[in-house]
């Protein structure tokens, strides 16, 4: 059984793809900017309005959505012929840069239309965005290439085809007894040992489970749990503990825990 791990450029972790890890993000950076207003007020004896202060901040909220959008445009580049210079960072880091004072002055002459009275014109707002956060917005989006150039060829060494067995070895006593990889439900820990339970059996074995996870295919064996890892052709269902851990029920009858912990592991196995 061999299995070749293939880099994908800019593949977004799971983790990352949670919208309300962003929203987060977007409602912490608005606020934190809103408070520096009311200081700088405060400091300079000037007036602050909160509602013209949220709408000017928004500028904000349009970074993750359009950095999101450059890193989907950036898969369709070869680095290596594009990005091998510091010019095409820069331009495009550049022109990202004008979209998003664009939008932004857009957004918010649309909304000042609506709001406010007299409204604000669209070459103030521009002006006042390019003037005040052009540098800081273009310093993100030249890094995004840059950044992705640096991973993309720290990555070119890992795309090696990984080996991984279809039997191991295990020492019993004076004996060595060969196990079917397939043939394993999952492998707990039992210190000092692990025990890896298989075909009814359980066998004792010197090695970690950060052992097992490195020998074995993980695409069917994935750690739920600090002392346990199982095979998830195995798993007949799951029932929750009302807390965030399950309790897995394997189609031999046997139990094993799933703790939240390591839910990013086998969230899939809930869908």
């Known amino acids: 059984m061999q299995q070749t791990i293939t880099y994908r450029p800019f593949e977004i972790n799971s983790r990352l793809k949670k919208p309300e890890l962003w929203i987060g993000i977007i409602v912490l950076t608005i606020g934190l900017s809103i408070v520096q207003d009311y200081v700088y007020s405060r400091v300079q004896n000037t007036g602050f309005y909160l509602s013209e202060s ?72 521009f002006n006042a965005a390019l003037s005040n956060q052009f540098y800081v917005l273009a310093l993100f989006y030249v890094c995004i290439p840059l950044i992705a150039r640096t991973v993309e060829n720290s990555n070119q060494n890992k795309q090696l085809p990984i080996e991984i067995p279809e039997r191991i070895n295990i020492k019993i006593g004076l004996k060595t007894i060969s196990l079917n990889v397939e043939s394993i439900e999952f492998i707990s820990t039992e210190k000092p040992y692990s025990a890896i339970n298989s075909d009814g059996k359980k066998y004792l074995d010197n090695r970690t489970l950060r052992d097992f996870e490195n020998i074995l295919n993980s695409k069917f064996f994935v750690r739920v749990h600090r002392s346990a890892i199982i095979n998830k052709s195995f798993v007949k269902e799951l029932k929750s503990r009302q807390n965030g851990d399950y309790d897995c029920i394997l189609k031999s009858g046997k139990t094993v825990r799933f703790s939240r912990h390591y839910r990013t592991n086998w969230q899939n196995l809930l869908q």
């Open 54 to 125: 949220l709408l000017y901040n928004s500028i904000w909220a349009f970074l993750v959505p359009l950095a999101l959008l450059q890193i989907r445009l950036l898969k369709r580049f070869s680095f290596k012929r594009n990005f091998g210079k510091l010019g095409i960072p820069i331009v495009l880091g550049g022109a990202f840069t004008l979209v998003h004072i664009f939008i932004f002055s857009t957004f918010f002459v649309s909304v000042s239309y609506l709001a406010f009275s007299p409204t604000h014109h669209f070459s103030h707002i």
